[in-house]
């Protein structure tokens, strides 16, 4: 099993920053894709970025040029960097892993999710 808790969410007014964290413990062995996914009231649960071990980064349109995602794997934490933050970014935002191992095959795993919200 894979735990992942989220930190770093909370009120800012738009224009501003946060820096999202999600440590990962457990069995980390065999994570090779981390990603951060947002849902606003009332809407599904959408991609913001990806980070794979091979591929690299991945993005949604709208956060393209704002947002950065990173992984620091000697602390086993993924980051998303928001900044340039607009209302329409306030959602809740959960961090996902992906984990392949040769017994357990591909599994996903979320995070209980961290509020961020974004003040006109």
């Known amino acids: 099993q894979v735990q992942l808790e989220e930190s770093g969410g909370g009120l800012v007014q738009s224009g501003g920053s946060l820096r999202l964290s999600c440590a990962a413990s457990?069995?980390?062995?065999?994570?090779?894709?981390m990603g951060w996914y947002c849902q606003a009231p009332g809407k599904q649960r959408e991609l913001v970025a990806i980070?794979?071990?091979?591929?690299?980064?991945n993005y949604a349109d709208a956060v393209k040029g704002r947002f950065a995602i990173s992984r620091d794997n000697a602390k086993n934490t993924c980051y998303l960097q928001m900044n340039s933050l607009k209302p329409e970014d306030t959602a809740v935002y959960y961090c996902n892993a992906w984990r392949v191992t040769p017994v357990e095959g591909l599994r996903m795993y979320w995070g209980q999710g961290t509020q961020v919200t974004v003040s006109s």
């Open positions: 457990g069995s980390i062995d065999g994570i090779n894709t």
């Open positions: 980070i794979t071990s091979d591929i690299g980064t």
